[in-house]
Each structure stands twice: as structure tokens, then as C-alpha cells.
């Protein structure tokens, strides 16, 4: 027997079951998210998640069809001259559907609202580029719609939630490698219990209503469990048994047919002209990922439910002050660290100037081209580890003099490096003409520059919110890309410096 104290999990609901003798004592409004929170964890599986109300997971469901519609009717069945316009149309049913499920959640956010319009503007973009495959636009569509768009959408949608902490940028990265990993296999175990949720009738809405105070005891007996009538629980079977049924029989049923001619015969003739693989493949096609994609819906609004709940308390808190740094490297550690990196970088960066920035000469058997051409991308990475160490330092690590003018002078480094990397680039440019690969290069040059300049701003002013500035200034970086026209410019400049 439980205590008149202790929380009693329930699959949606939090009941407190009391002594014989007593009336069970409603949970404060105040404490459920605590106590359902509580009981989600002491279950070793996922079976304790707590499902949204009926109308919440029927428009989840009804979210998750219609991508997985515009996966069979869009991305599977485009044609090589309509690919990219399928495609396109299919992030942008993904990118409506996104806005209108956490729309309530996440109007108040800019960050939100600035990323759907830039997916929307790289998407149209993607749109008004010439059909001229192998050139540099057409790179910039594969990129567009392979890479930057999946990644834009699902940070857009995991800051549908509400929640962006601008001092505490972590939280957000794992969220979004979450959305990848995670959050579409987590609410597996209640994909059944929301459908049997969906299948029930619309007065269990009223009975889970968030608007009611205490526990509900409709449709509950005296000891305070569930009464579902008979009648409905035969329903919810045949619903379930169907929902199972359909997609095996369907597998089942495309075997036999390729496995049998007398029986293909007969199917034939029963169906009449019906391509009854096709239509088992659409089926499979659009019934198979919906599971996933519930989960990650699902999660992501249980979160944005949970942020709904604290947004009042949180609009009468102070603002939020910058980061604090968690001491988490030892200063020395750090220290030592830093200053073998340092004395590496100013080795190279005596090399640099002596022999690319200077041109005092080769060594035997090298030409400006060559030199320019090898190690270009790997400073170029090199560039980008200092930036990410400059982050890591600057957030984990105690802030003391030493540390800040070895930062200051990682900076520097980093300098060197980006002038060496422009300068090889140009070289080569020079001799062999420009290229896509080399004008995404440049324009990355210019990127980590700004992002550069970010840094050291963000080394003496601690309110700027470093990572979300940066995110903000790459979307705008690739956009203004797009919009350059690089097939255009790149055919421009060589024509203008006489190359082919």
C-alpha cells in the first residue's frame, strides 16, 4: 500500500492514492510537472512518457503524414529535370508544418521566425537558378537542399520549443544533434498508446482538459482507475490490429504475388488494372516513418509544453545575465597547452612570412602554384580548430591575464593563418582561373574573418552572445551567396582576367 504522500504513475495522468480512510488529496497545480517529471524517470523505460491530449497527437499525427506524403509524392517520384523543384517544395510542406504546429510556443522567439524566413529565401532561390547542371549554381542547389536545409529545419524546429538561452549556447547544440539521434526513437514505446489515444471518442478530451483543477473522476470508478466501456476497448483492438494487419499482409501480399504466376493471375483479375506493388510501396513509403517522425514531434512539444508552463515565471525574472565560466580546464593546464600551440604557430608564421607573404624563394623543384595549391584546406581547418578552442577556452576555463593574452595571441595566430590562406588562394586563382570550389573558398575566407573579428569583440565584451551572432552571420553569409550568382561571377571574373 502506498503512503497518502507518494505519486502513483499513471500512463497520462498523476493520481495520489491514499489510505482507506481518507479522501486522496489533489496534487497543487504548482507541483504536477514536478511529480509527473519524477515518475517519467523512476521508469526504466519508455513506456512513462507522458502523451499530449487527443487533439494535440491527432495534428502531430496529421504533421508527421504529410511529410512523409511529400517524401513518396515529392522526393521519390521526381523526375532528373523536376528534382530540384520537388524537393524544394517538399522542405517548405516540412517548413509549414513546422510553423503551424509550434506556432503557440514559438512566436515570441526572433531566432525562430529569422530561420524560417531564411530557409524560405534559400529555398525560392534554389527556385530562380537556370537549369544548367555542373555548373557552380547547381552546386549550390545539392548543397542547399542536401545539407543546409534538413540542418536549418531542424534547428527551427527545436527552437519551436521556445527555448534559446543566448548566454548558454550548449544546450541548443545538443538539442539539435538530439533531433537527429535521439528525439526520433525516445517516444517509440507510446506510438501505440497514441494511436489507442486517437482512436478513443472525443470526450476524453474534456477528461484530460488542462483547463480542469484536481483529479478527474469521470470515467473512473471508486478506486479511482480507468472505466473504459467494452465496447470501446473492441474498438481500440480492431483499430490497432488493423493498423498492424495492413502494412504485413501488404509485405506478405507483394511476396506471394512475385513468387506465384497463377496466383499473380488471380490478383490480377481480382483487382483489375491496379499496380498492387506500387501501392504497397507508396504504403510502406509513407506508413513506415511516421513513428519516427511522431517521436521527434512529440518530443519537441512535450519540451515546448513544459517552456508554456514556465513562461510566466520566467517573464517576471530578471534577464538573463552573460554566461558564467564553469572552471571546468585547470588554468595551468590550460596555460601549458596554449603555449606549445603558440610556439608552433610562431614557427609557421616565420615561414609564412619568409617565403608566401615576402617571396624571398622557393625551395628547388616549387612553384608559386604548387605552393599555393598544397595545405590550403588544412589551414583552412586549422583556422577553424583555433576558433572552436578560442570558445572552449573563453567558456571553460577561468579568465586570469596569462589566459587572456595567450587568447589574444590565438587570435593573432589565427590571423596569420586566414592572410596565408587568401594569399595561396589568390595565387592560384591567378594562374588557373576561378572555379565554384575556389569562390566557396574565398567567400569561407571572408566568413571566418567576420566570425574572427566576433571573437575578439567577444573577448572584451562579455553581453555579446558569440555563438548565436556567429549562426546569425553564416545563414546571412550563405544567403548573400546564393544571391551573388556564382555561375555568373565566376564567368565574369574569368572573362574580365582573360581565363578559361
Not at 479511482?224 to 490490429?241: C, E, N, T
Not at 552572445?465 to 561571377?489: E, K, R
Request: aromatic share 10%; glycine share 4%.
Amino acid at each position: 500500500m502506498k503512503s497518502a504522500q507518494e505519486p502513483a504513475c499513471n500512463n497520462d495522468n498523476i493520481e495520489t492514492t491514499a489510505a482507506p480512510a481518507k479522501a486522496a488529496a489533489p496534487i497543487p497545480a504548482a507541483s504536477r510537472s514536478s511529480t509527473t517529471e519524477t515518475c517519467t524517470l523512476a521508469s526504466s523505460s519508455g513506456l512513462s512518457k507522458p502523451l499530449p491530449h487527443r487533439s494535440r497527437i491527432l495534428a502531430l499525427m496529421l504533421g508527421a503524414l504529410a511529410v512523409t506524403v511529400g517524401i513518396d509524392r515529392l522526393v521519390l517520384t521526381s523526375e532528373p529535370h523536376t528534382i530540384v523543384l520537388h524537393i524544394a517544395i517538399f522542405w517548405m510542406v516540412c517548413l509549414a508544418a513546422s510553423i503551424a504546429l509550434f506556432l503557440r510556443s514559438a512566436f515570441r522567439q526572433p531566432m525562430w521566425w529569422f530561420l524560417a524566413a531564411a530557409l524560405l529565401a534559400l529555398l525560392i532561390r534554389t527556385l530562380t537558378f537556370p537549369d544548367s547542371p555542373g555548373d557552380a549554381n547547381s552546386y549550390y542547389q545539392f548543397l542547399t537542399l542536401s545539407l543546409f536545409a534538413p540542418a536549418l529545419l531542424m534547428l527551427q524546429l527545436q527552437l519551436g520549443t521556445g527555448l534559446l538561452e543566448p548566454y548558454h549556447p550548449s544546450s541548443s547544440v545538443i538539442r539539435w544533434f538530439g533531433g537527429w539521434f535521439v528525439d526520433p526513437f525516445s517516444y517509440l514505446p507510446r506510438f501505440v498508446a497514441a494511436l489507442q489515444t486517437v482512436a478513443t471518442s472525443k470526450t476524453d478530451d474534456a477528461e484530460h482538459s488542462p483547463g480542469a483543477t484536481g483529479h478527474n473522476t469521470a470515467g473512473k470508478g471508486t478506486t479511482g482507475h480507468d472505466v473504459v466501456p467494452a465496447s470501446r476497448q473492441l474498438a481500440q483492438k480492431i483499430a490497432i490490429a488493423t493498423l498492424i494487419a495492413v502494412p504485413v499482409l501488404a509485405v506478405l501480399a507483394n511476396l506471394l504475388y512475385s513468387s506465384d504466376l497463377v496466383f499473380a493471375y488471380f490478383v490480377r483479375h481480382a483487382i483489375g488494372d491496379i499496380d498492387l506493388t506500387a501501392a504497397i510501396r507508396h504504403l510502406l513509403v509513407i506508413a513506415t516513418p511516421i513513428p519516427f517522425l511522431f517521436s521527434l514531434l512529440a518530443n519537441i512539444n512535450r519540451r515546448a509544453d513544459t517552456r508554456l508552463t514556465e513562461r510566466s515565471r520566467q517573464s517576471a525574472a530578471p534577464a538573463q545575465e552573460p554566461i558564467q565560466r564553469n572552471e571546468i580546464f585547470d588554468v595551468v593546464i590550460v596555460e601549458i597547452v596554449l603555449g606549445a600551440v603558440l610556439a608552433l604557430y610562431l614557427a609557421f608564421s616565420v615561414v609564412q612570412f619568409t617565403f608566401l607573404f615576402a617571396r624571398q624563394g622557393l625551395p628547388n623543384g616549387y612553384t608559386y602554384a604548387q605552393y599555393a595549391r598544397e595545405g590550403f584546406f588544412q589551414l583552412l581547418l586549422v583556422a577553424c580548430i583555433n576558433l572552436v578552442s578560442f570558445g572552449i577556452v573563453l567558456l571553460c576555463c577561468r579568465r586570469t591575464k596569462t589566459v587572456l593574452g595567450m587568447q589574444i595571441a590565438l587570435l593573432a595566430a589565427t590571423v596569420v593563418l586566414l592572410a596565408s590562406s587568401s594569399t595561396r588562394l589568390r595565387l592560384y586563382i591567378n594562374v588557373y582561373g576561378l572555379t565554384w570550389l575556389r569562390f566557396a573558398s574565398m567567400a569561407f575566407i571572408v566568413l571566418l574573418t567576420v566570425m574572427l573579428i566576433l571573437c575578439i569583440v567577444r573577448l572584451f565584451v562579455a553581453r555579446v552572445p558569440l555563438l548565436v551572432v556567429c549562426l546569425i552571420v553564416f545563414v546571412a553569409w550563405y544567403l548573400v551567396l546564393g544571391l551573388m550568382n556564382p555561375s555568373g561571377f565566376i564567368a565574369a571574373y574569368n572573362s574580365g582576367h582573360g581565363l578559361s
